[in-house]
């Protein structure tokens, strides 16, 4: 990031930057008792000197000592005292600031810092944040570096390559952030042989002098190795490169992939998770997490955090539109660490993901021998827009490849399937019981439906039987005596329907149906094996006739 | 004839069995079967006749779809990994060490001498390109020769469609390009490479950056020079490890440079690799922890090095597996001068079933490339496989082997002179994606992998107090001398140990056998049909009797075909005496006009027999009829 150029937007805000540094400068040869009166004095004079530039700067930039209460007391007439206090450090000189909310002054956060350094950078980032909210996108990445400024050389795969193969991304706090292979252009770049000579190396040029003094404080390149389709959290999981030095970074590849619903609790695309993916990327549990908090904080506070894409309609926070955003913020950064908010419960771990496991090592370079000759040509390289010569603290070499093509490739499978389930069943079934599904219908069939019609039919029998007795009882003598004696052989009713045509009658032996009726019916009865279903035969008959 | 009483007699087996209709036999086929279902289907009335047939059908289809998953289930020769992790007495890995240079420059600046004024000349001529500004500083004739071979041009861009070549010794000359430049609108620093000087057939090798083309027009240059020298010679060249390991430690025992194997690395020159296993046997360690792993001092003297062949400074390690060869290029790690790196080492075992489970080599021996890496006595490696067939194809287009692969038998490493093209056959093959690819396709992983994973941490070192007596100390054991000859750019200290939790071995098993198949598929039968084996082959029988029906029945056909073709010709010719037998026993005919009472030909036949009176006293037909009328 070109502080330099920044600067004329920026301006405001560095200025009041110096003047806090003036005041906790001090500090700085002085001892630490010195210090805390150094710094209400500055405190005050400061804090005048504050209010014609930004009408909140004041209210937020309050460093207050916890241990002189007298001063507290003057303070205490402006805001009140009863701030949430998020760290009561038992150390003597605490450095902290307050923020307020706007509307209703009595409800305060102090934000207190063991360190004067952590609360300047937060501070600073507070305020940067606010004024980087209200510059348009295209100003700032035109702010930012460029392709050009970054990239001195770039070799991938034993070929040449240049600022083409990178795609430009714009990230909130590291500004513009370059993508090799981002696939952005329809193709994706493979290697085909692991080592160091077939990865990419690139020659990073970083403008140490060029840095913005409170934001950052490293010097160096941060990168990160990513999917084509995964949004880049470099802030959160990227690593830091050096000056002056190659940075060798060889990877290996790790694919996962976790069995979805009922065995775990992961999802594959995220579109059954009820948080909208406010990255143009796949679904990853950062994106939803930080989508997550985006959206708590637009829906209390109404306006967009500044490191997070904007969802629709919603505009980034700043001073003007939105004094009390950042008391808001605090108030919900909070109750999201704390997890009240209920993102991290919302929120699940995408089924499949990637991996780059890196393993980095670090050689000096350029080496003391060649160091001459490489600055002058480098030097060269970048020509014409730069006229100073190199230094080599503002160079690094980044050199990342695959160790091997190997690739991991971890994925579950379910244990158990319903086939397998099935085929155990049956194995104990026919091991026991030399039993099947066949069987089991056979006992539903018999137990149940047979047995059940058995009993309905005795009913209805008795029933019949009842109401026939009752009719005879009412109408004297109907044809009762009949049915008994016409069960069996020599019922009528019982002959077959097609009766044996003639045809049949004559080529045929014997009909068994016909001798049937002919046979003189009692003795041969005895012979017939199902004895028990002559017992029945009567009540099948009997529904047979109607 | 004798066919046909071979058919009889068949025809006579299946009427003791299943019959002779191929209703009969289904019938006979759904009574005696043992799987569950058909049985039912000829016992009860239509009504669940209809049902039990469903039931059945669809238990069936059941059975062959559930089966079709598990064989294909089993077809996929699934494996299941276990991981154990935890801490045991392993090997400790092989180490190697270089210095990231190859070669002292002092002992090789006398071959490199023309080379070096050649580069630093038009160094100073890229650097301040104004032409008109000849201020040579001409005390030493240029060795043009070399120029010539591959000269470094600059192409100008800025109008595309006529690039401006220029060579950087020549005159400014116009040409166009042949096309292969990539269109930057900057000047660019570039190679050109030519087949054969004076011939057209050339490409340039496009840079965007001036620092890289010099450093990879050297790096060619200084091969072809290197080449040309005999092992022996670039050995004595590279650096002693006398020079080099200033102090080692491995746990509480003392070790020195004689512990350490001397390996010549293309790349790197001299290499040495402690615990190599060649010779003795692997060093073993039980103890986590830095105080029981190697401790190493090295110096690698960065004002040596060669300026313009590498220019990252530093020593570069590696840890393998014993006896196998250390591929820097891939898994070195670097050591910055003037710290102190801690590698942590977790070792990860991997262990792979082979074929059909997976497409990996035990030993390499199933691999079609020769591996060139054997002649190290080292075991199989992919990488090895990779490098082996490049060399290989190499050998093979260019006819010379490059310099930074071992050579095969009857084969010099290119150089300019012998070779005039081989810088252009390389760079073609080179990017020649068709190649890489036959190489990947043809080399396999292997079954046993042994990866180690570093935790790297660095620290500086010497530390500003103790800087001055360790110097001291580390001079004078080396040069016995009092003066302090090492300084912070040269001096380096590696811990390697153990980290607490050693190994991480994932084994693979096979996730189905053929033991897990069939008891599934037994599992799935029984379980949905009730049956065996032994029902599959009741199955096959009565396919077999069905196609003896069939044959038998096609017979017959043909038979009254002829009968009827012959009773044609001789209206009245009386029937002989064969065919009235065959008539009695051979009831096909009556058969098919009889389809309509099928239970009546299960009947034993007695075709000539009067229709008996005692047929009322059967059992059989009665056991039939009561269920009939049942349902009636």
Redesign the interface.
């Known amino acids: 990031r070109y502080s330099s150029m920044k600067d004329y937007l920026s301006e405001l805000d560095k200025e009041t930057k110096k003047a806090l540094e003036t005041f906790y400068g001090f500090s700085e040869g002085k001892s630490k008792v010195r210090r805390s009166a150094d710094e209400w004095n500055s405190t005050e004079s400061d804090f005048f000197k504050q209010i014609p530039l930004l009408k909140f700067e004041d209210f937020s930039r309050t460093a207050t000592d916890l241990r002189s209460g007298q001063k507290r007391k003057i303070e205490g007439s402006v805001f009140h005292k009863d701030s949430s206090i998020v760290n009561s450090g038992d150390s003597n000189d605490i450095i902290g600031f307050q923020l307020c909310d706007a509307n209703n002054s009595s409800e305060c956060a102090l934000y207190t810092f063991s360190s004067g350094v952590n609360a300047i950078q937060e501070w600073y980032k507070l305020h940067y944040m606010n004024i980087m909210a209200q510059i348009p996108l295209e100003t700032k990445e035109r702010l930012s570096y460029s392709a050009d400024d970054l990239l001195l050389t770039c070799f991938f795969d034993g070929l040449s390559c240049d600022k083409r193969h990178f795609t430009r991304f714009h990230h909130p706090l590291h500004g513009n952030c370059y993508t090799f292979n981002s696939g952005a252009n329809g193709t994706i770049l493979s290697t085909s042989t692991g080592g160091s000579e077939y990865g990419l190396q690139v020659v990073l040029y970083i403008d140490e002098a060029d840095y913005n003094p409170f934001l950052v404080t490293s010097t160096g390149a941060k990168i990160m190795v990513h999917d084509q389709d995964e949004y880049p959290f470099i802030e959160d999981i990227g690593t830091e490169i050096e000056t002056a030095a190659a940075t060798s970074i060889g990877m290996h590849f790790t694919r996962s992939r976790k069995l979805s619903k009922p065995y775990s609790d992961c999802t594959e695309t995220g579109a059954d998770i009820p948080v909208e993916n406010l990255y143009n990327k796949s679904y990853s549990l950062q994106i939803c997490l930080h989508s997550c908090f985006q959206k708590a904080m637009v829906d209390s506070c109404g306006c967009a955090q500044y490191a997070q894409p904007l969802p629709a309609g919603a505009e980034y926070c700043n001073y003007k539109k939105n004094p009390n955003w950042m008391y808001c913020y605090y108030r919900l950064h909070e109750k999201f660490v704390k997890e009240q908010l209920g993102c991290q419960q919302i929120c699940k771990d995408a089924c499949s993901f990637k991996e780059w496991a890196l393993t980095t090592s670090i050689a000096q370079w350029p080496s003391t021998v060649s160091e001459d000759w490489m600055l002058r040509v480098l030097s060269w390289d970048k020509g014409q827009k730069i006229n100073k010569k190199l230094n080599k603290t503002d160079l690094a070499n980044l050199m990342v490849f695959y160790k091997d093509l190997n690739e991991r490739f971890i994925s579950e499978n379910p244990a158990n399937t319903l086939v397998i389930l099935l085929s155990n069943f049956g194995g104990q079934l026919g091991l026991w019981m030399s039993c099947s599904v066949v069987c089991v219908i056979e006992i539903v069939e018999v137990f149940f439906i047979d047995s059940l019609s058995i009993v309905m039919r005795r009913q209805w029998q008795k029933a019949k039987k009842w109401w026939n007795d009752r009719k005879r009882d009412q109408s004297g003598k109907p044809p009762q005596a009949g049915d008994p004696e016409r069960q069996g052989h020599n019922n009528p009713m019982c002959v077959d329907e097609d009766l044996p045509t003639f045809n049949t009658a004559l080529r045929l032996p014997l009909p068994q149906d016909n001798p049937l009726p002919r046979t003189p019916p009692p003795n041969y009865s005895t012979l017939r094996l199902e004895t028990a279903f002559t017992e029945q035969l009567p009540d099948t008959l009997e529904v047979g006739q109607h | 004839m004798n066919l046909k009483k071979y058919f009889v007699r068949a025809l006579h087996r299946l009427q003791k069995g299943p019959g002779y209709t191929y209703k009969e036999l289904l019938v006979w086929y759904c009574d005696n079967t043992n799987t569950?279902?058909p049985k039912?289907i000829i016992k009860e009335g239509p009504k669940k006749k209809f049902i039990w047939f469903f039931?059945?059908l669809l238990?069936a289809s059941l059975v062959f779809w559930?089966w079709g998953?598990?064989i294909n289930?089993y077809l996929s020769y699934?494996v299941?990994s276990s991981l154990s992790i935890g801490f045991k007495t392993m090997k400790f890995p092989a180490v190697t060490v270089c210095n990231?240079?190859p070669f002292k420059?002092s002992e090789v600046k006398h071959l490199l001498k023309e080379l070096d004024r050649l580069i630093e000349a038009a160094?100073e001529r890229?650097?301040q390109p104004s032409p008109g500004n000849s201020s040579e500083n001409t005390s030493l004739p240029l060795d043009l020769e070399l120029w010539h071979q591959i000269p470094l041009v600059l192409i100008d861009e800025h109008d595309k469609d006529n690039p401006i070549i220029l060579d950087i010794f020549e005159r400014n000359q116009t040409a166009k390009d042949n096309g292969t430049t990539?269109g930057?609108a900057?000047?660019a620093?570039n190679e050109i490479l030519c087949s054969h000087q004076g011939s057209d057939n050339c490409t340039y090798?496009?840079?965007?950056?001036?620092?890289?083309a010099?450093t990879e027009w050297y790096i060619l240059q200084s091969t072809s020079i290197l080449s040309k020298v005999p092992l022996q010679e670039r050995i004595r060249m590279g650096y002693q490890a006398e020079d080099m390991i200033l102090a080692c430690l491995y746990g509480a025992e003392p070790c020195n440079y004689k512990n350490f194997t001397q390996i010549y690395h293309p790349d790197h020159g001299n290499c040495y690799i402690f615990n190599w296993g060649m010779d003795e046997e692997a060093l073993n360690s039980s103890n986590p922890g830095a105080e029981f792993g190697l401790k190493l001092i090295l110096d690698i003297s960065?004002?040596d090095?060669?300026?313009?062949l590498?220019?990252?400074?530093?020593a570069r390690l590696m840890l393998h597996q014993q006896k196998s060869f250390p591929?820097l290029?891939?898994?070195?790690?670097?050591?910055?001068?003037?710290t102190e790196?801690s590698i942590g080492v977790l070792v990860d075992e991997l262990e792979r079933m082979g074929y059909p489970y997976s497409d990996c080599t035990m030993n390499g021996s199933d691999v079609p490339v020769k591996n060139l890496y054997s002649q190290y006595n080292t075991s199989y490696s992919?990488?090895a496989c990779?490098r082996s067939c490049f060399q290989n194809h190499m050998v093979e287009i260019c006819g010379c082997g490059h310099y930074m692969f071992p050579l095969p038998e009857g084969v010099n490493y290119c150089n300019n002179e012998d070779y005039p093209g081989w810088a252009y056959c390389y760079s073609s093959l080179?990017?020649s994606?068709r190649h890489?690819?036959i190489c990947?396709d043809s080399c396999k992983?292997t079954c046993n992998?042994t990866?180690y994973?570093?935790t790297?941490s660095?620290a500086d070192w010497p530390s500003e107090a103790s800087e001055d007596w360790i110097f001291h100390i580390l001079s004078y054991e080396r040069d016995m001398s009092t003066n302090v000859t090492l300084d912070r750019?040269g001096i380096i200290k590696l811990n390697i140990y153990f980290q607490e939790y050693n190994y991480r071995t994932i084994s693979e098993s096979a996730?189905t056998t053929i033991v897990w198949l069939l008891?599934?598929?037994?599992?799935?039968?029984?379980?949905?049909?009730?049956?065996?084996v032994l029902c599959l082959i009741e199955f096959g029988e009565i396919i077999i009797d069905s196609l003896w029906i069939t044959i038998i029945n096609v017979i017959s056909w043909c038979k009254g075909l002829k009968q009827k073709r012959a009773q044609a010709r001789y209206p009245d010719a009386p029937p002989t005496v064969s065919e009235l037998v065959e008539a009695h026993t051979n009831l096909g005919f009556q058969h098919e006009d009889?389809g309509a009472?099928p239970r009546?030909e299960a009947l034993p036949p007695e075709p000539g027999t009067?229709?008996?009176?005692y047929?009322?006293?059967?059992?059989q037909?009665?056991?039939i009829?009561?269920p009939d009328?049942?349902a009636?």
Not at chain 2, 310 to 314: F, I, T, V
Not at chain 2, 329 to 338: L, N, P, R, T
Not at chain 2, 615 to 619: G, I, N, P
């Open positions: 569950h279902g039912r039931l059945t238990f559930q998953i598990l289930t699934n299941t990231a240079n420059y160094l890229i650097l990539a930057n900057t000047t620093g090798r496009n840079f965007t950056s001036a620092a890289q010099v960065q004002q090095y060669i300026p313009y590498s220019s990252a400074a530093g591929f290029k891939d898994q070195g790690i670097y050591a910055m001068a003037g790196t992919i990488q990779l080179r990017s994606i890489r690819q990947i992983e992998d990866q994973k570093m790297i660095m750019n996730a008891s599934s598929l037994g599992g799935q039968f029984g379980f949905w049909m009730g049956g065996s009889a009472l009546d009067p229709p008996p009176n047929d009322s006293l059967r059992v037909p009665l056991d009829l009561s009328s049942d009636d």
